[in-house]
Each structure stands twice: as structure tokens, then as C-alpha cells.
């Protein structure tokens, strides 16, 4: 089945600093990428997600890399504020992230500092 | 339009013995599904259902069962409980037919086992 490795598990930037945040994987046939952001006691929450037929996509300070030949594929966010504070989860699927479900990496817990 | 439902928030079992954490949804999604939630180990598939009539196991299925009751609930069982279930378990459901690969998840449900 699938792997996902994410990392770092920890990251701390300071406040309008960037923070990237990187994940592998090993199905080459995994075609479905988002990313989920769980603030301390909350549900996971999409935020950001690509697909295979695309390189990079963005969204107002969030954007996200692929490398389908790589096998990798990151998560940029820019100008960060305290409310980035949160741990964020980079997924892959075979398919829309259907029936097979995602399979996540462990997680990145990211700290803005003031 | 409540979105992901799950109960309950919060339960403490003893060893060995059972109950049922139960999930709605009412978004017409085709696709429901159970996952656990570690500290260090993201989330990790327990079982899914494709759809109303189907159940599939996941990563980690050993000690639980699933029903899909109908297309709006999705129920997960433990028959005999142990420590190593103690876990924060969240219950997600994507529309398949949109297309968009998007979970969505339930506020979670911690369970402790002692």
C-alpha cells in the first residue's frame, strides 16, 4: 500500500517568515494530494489539495508543489501569522481521494513565532 | 445542515468491554469512514464504506467492525476493548460523485480504555 512521509514533524518560523513543509510517497500511481490543518482539540479541515496533472497551485499565502517523477510534493505558506499555528497533514490517494481513502503522514506541527 | 455527526465525545471503557461509536452525515456523500488518531502517527485508516452496502478494511482493522447502516450512517464497534484502542477516533465522509476527493471530518470522539 501506500507511505507517506512527511516532513518535519516540528517547525517553528518566525511571524511573516515562510514555512514549507515537505512530504514523500511511494505509490507512483497516487494522483490525489491535499493537505488538512487540525487546530489543538478541532477537526482536520482541507485547505489546500492538488492533483497529479498539475504542477503547483496556490491560494492566497498557501501554495502546493508536485513532483510526480520525485514523488514528492510540499506545502508553502507565506507571510505566516499566529492563526498558521496548527499541525498539518499532507495525504495521497489513487483516487480522488475516494474509496480507497487517503493514506496521511504523521504530521507537521507548526509554530508561529511572535 | 449539520455536516459530519459523531457520538459520543468522549467515553472510558474498562478492558474487554464493547461499545459502538455512531456517525451521520447528511451531505448525500457515497463514501464514509473511520479513522484513529495517535500522537506521532497522523491518522490511520480503520475501515471505510465505498458505499451503502459495502465495507472495506483499512491499515489498522484488527479489533474493530463497522456497519453502514444506510447511506447517512456509518457505525464502528469494539467488541472487547483494549488499551491499545485508547485513541481519538473521527469518522470522515467524501461525496465521490462530486469528484473532489474532499474529507470531511466529524469533531472526533476520544475513548479511553483502562
Known amino acids: 500500500g501506500e507511505n507517506v512521509e512527511q516532513h518535519p514533524s516540528t517547525l517553528s518560523v518566525q511571524e511573516g517568515d515562510s514555512a514549507v513543509i515537505k512530504c514523500t510517497y511511494s505509490?507512483?500511481?497516487?494522483?490525489?494530494f491535499p493537505w488538512y490543518k487540525q487546530e489543538l482539540g478541532k477537526r482536520p479541515q482541507l485547505i489546500i489539495d492538488i492533483r497529479s496533472n498539475v504542477g503547483e497551485k496556490k491560494d492566497q499565502r498557501i501554495a502546493v508543489t508536485l513532483n510526480k517523477t520525485a514523488k514528492h510534493f510540499s506545502l508553502h505558506i507565506t507571510e505566516t501569522q499566529p492563526e498558521d499555528s496548527a499541525v498539518y497533514f499532507c495525504a495521497a490517494s489513487r483516487g480522488g481521494g475516494g474509496a480507497d481513502g487517503l493514506t496521511f503522514g504523521k504530521g507537521t506541527h507548526l509554530i508561529i513565532q511572535p | 445542515n449539520a455536516g459530519v455527526t459523531q457520538t459520543p465525545k468522549f467515553q472510558v471503557l474498562k478492558t474487554g468491554q464493547s461499545m459502538t461509536l455512531q456517525c451521520a452525515q447528511d451531505?448525500?456523500?457515497?463514501?464514509m469512514y473511520w479513522y484513529r488518531q495517535d500522537p506521532g502517527m497522523g491518522l490511520r485508516l480503520i475501515y471505510y464504506?465505498?458505499?451503502?452496502?459495502?465495507?472495506d478494511k483499512g491499515e489498522v482493522p484488527n479489533g474493530y467492525n463497522v456497519s453502514r447502516l444506510n447511506k447517512r450512517e456509518f457505525s464502528l464497534r469494539l467488541e472487547s476493548a483494549a488499551p491499545s484502542q485508547t485513541s481519538v477516533y473521527f469518522c470522515a465522509s467524501s461525496g465521490i460523485h462530486l469528484n473532489t476527493g474532499e474529507l470531511f471530518f466529524g469533531e472526533g470522539s476520544r475513548l479511553t480504555v483502562l
Open positions: 505509490d507512483s500511481a497516487s494522483n490525489y
Open positions: 464504506s465505498a458505499s451503502e452496502g459495502t465495507t
Open positions: 451531505m448525500n456523500h457515497n463514501s
